[in-house]
């Protein structure tokens, strides 16, 4: 494989032979992104395609290993570079089932397998080849704010990805500096398999298009990282969503009245729609000014560090950089919206 | 094996090999409780020991199905009856890392089988053995009410034992009726094997001695749940833990001094040590009272009827008894208090 020109951007889509990963892969090709694929089959659209053969690597050791050495290969990068801006994790699926169900074991373990170990496998390889700043992205589920009684194993696992997520955004995680994580809590996208498992009563017009998704992720990628930092910082997040509702406009028409049942769909689903709810913290480890000549830290004397040494320090940055300035949340906001958001 | 008496109270305790398991088990058996201890290793002091071989028994299903078969041979019941009153599940451990930890993965792993999939067990079992208004009682942690960056995969297997609790709380969830669903949530358990790794800092008055939880379980097994839905209903429960505090007063002199600082010991820490945090929430399929004299639909039929039609039924008892008054939180309360909690 031909060097990556430098100024080119670096993707790696975990889940891209999905629908909503085919859509990001096809995207970012469009932009003039390098990007890599890996799933349980193969992507051909993407620039590397990993083919995870779930007979061969059975443990998440084993297939975060290989795509390790498979993405050391092609990015003929040595051990101490990172290059990829960007890492989004979309793999996942669905099963439901109370206690009550006959599967309710094998859905608990499923959907483990399928949630939660493909996050942790992303979060594995962020800390190997995210950059300073880089984005990480997983994908969880606005049901698992709440009680899932009715799916419960599908919950537990979003629920675990919803902490993880919160955990890596925290200080202390062994992230690279300055990374972005966030989480999407999708309700229900728009996809041709939710489509066709749909009762016909659907409302398509509160789904989520997979194009909302990939704008989104367009605009947090690389340098705009620092404008989610903003909208996060003034509590804005959320809002500025709402504000791309042209989702729910563009399935309505122009009369008057539609306008204005647009209007209102936009406003009561907006945030139940576009993503619904979206944690993002800005993972940073700021040097203290008075610290700042100094050479950072080797990582793992940083590992090493005990929490509480940690605590000892001035983090001087109000920007969601320390763990004194973010907390993570889950909860329901008043009116109904549900997500993980950051609070200061 | 004899006939157990029918006045017996009957408890099953997962992880009853355990420092807190085996105070348990030692606890109830002094009250004349019929125990059955389940554990990766034998507890010879309760009435019935099943020792599960890791080695034998790979999935949660085969552990469930041989426990259950073994449950059924001691309780000489047939498929139709519930004896238990109540299950609780103090399996686990712990494990520390963050994403830079070369153990990181090891660490999601053993985390979820540790704590996650004893849970599953225990809510599988519910379903079978626990009696209408049982008690199921299962093991989360204070910790991962928050982000646990330097624990990430302890954090993930608590958060999901969280939401398992939650979701088991919920109608819908398949569980008999009347259920109650508590989760313990501790900070630090006053256990040997904390005390052998401590590094000589802390604070063991703190800690929350074993007797204390066994106490409270006492309370709660059979006749006085309905005290737990009291205390809850008054938003009052954590202040009845509270109340609840000679653990401290019994690490303190009587001196005025030592009794002042008592106080505000007691003040300060009592829920952050005493178990700091609790959920519970009535689970509850109370029938509408113009269907009281029908029989109870066949618990199959119910498991398949669709949420949508469940949501048609008038509950009219506002005692934690439906979806409709509970919805459960994880959240930092003001003061500092951590934990689920059931809010109306």
């Known amino acids: ?182 989480g999407l809590l999708p309700r229900t996208l728009d996809t041709p398999n939710n489509r066709k498992f749909a009762t016909g009563n659907e409302d398509y017009g509160s789904w989520t298009p997979l194009s909302h998704i990939t704008g989104l992720l367009e605009k947090w990628l690389g340098s705009q990282n620092k404008d989610i930092q903003t909208a996060e910082r003034d509590h804005n997040l959320i809002l500025n969503i709402k504000s791309s509702s042209h989702i729910f406009q563009s399935n309505n028409k122009n009369s008057k009245k539609k306008e204005k049942k647009s209007k209102k769909m936009a406003k009561i689903l907006s945030i139940a729609v576009a993503l619904t709810a979206i944690l993002f913290m800005a993972y940073a480890l700021p040097r203290p000014q008075d610290e700042a000549t100094e050479a950072p830290p080797a990582e793992e004397n940083m590992e090493k560090r005990k929490p509480e040494n940690q605590h000892t320090h001035f983090w001087p940055i109000p920007v969601l950089s320390s763990r004194n300035n973010v907390k993570a949340r889950v909860g329901r906001e008043k009116g109904g919206r549900v997500g993980i958001v950051g609070e200061r």
Chains 1, 2 share one sequence.
């Open 1 to 182: 494989m031909s060097k990556i020109s430098e100024d080119k951007k670096q993707l790696l889509v975990i889940g891209g032979r999905g629908a909503l990963g085919q859509a990001i892969v096809r995207h970012f090709k469009e932009k003039n992104v390098w990007v890599a694929s890996v799933d349980h089959g193969s992507n051909e659209e993407a620039d590397l395609s990993l083919n995870i053969k779930r007979n061969e690597l059975h443990t998440t050791l084993d297939q975060a290993q290989w795509i390790e050495q498979k993405l050391k290969e092609s990015l003929q990068m040595d051990a101490a570079t990172k290059t990829l801006d960007g890492i989004i994790c979309v793999a996942g699926g669905w099963m439901g089932g109370n206690v009550a169900t006959d599967d309710f074991l094998k859905s608990v373990d499923m959907m483990w397998k399928q949630s939660v170990e493909s996050s942790v496998v992303a979060a594995y390889l962020a800390r190997r080849f995210l950059k300073e700043g880089g984005l990480l992205v997983m994908t969880g589920a606005q049901a698992a704010a709440g009680p899932t009684p009715t799916m419960i194993g599908y919950g537990m696992a979003k629920a675990a990805v919803h902490h993880l997520i919160k955990s890596l955004a925290a200080e202390g995680s062994g992230l690279p500096r300055n990374c972005v994580v966030v």
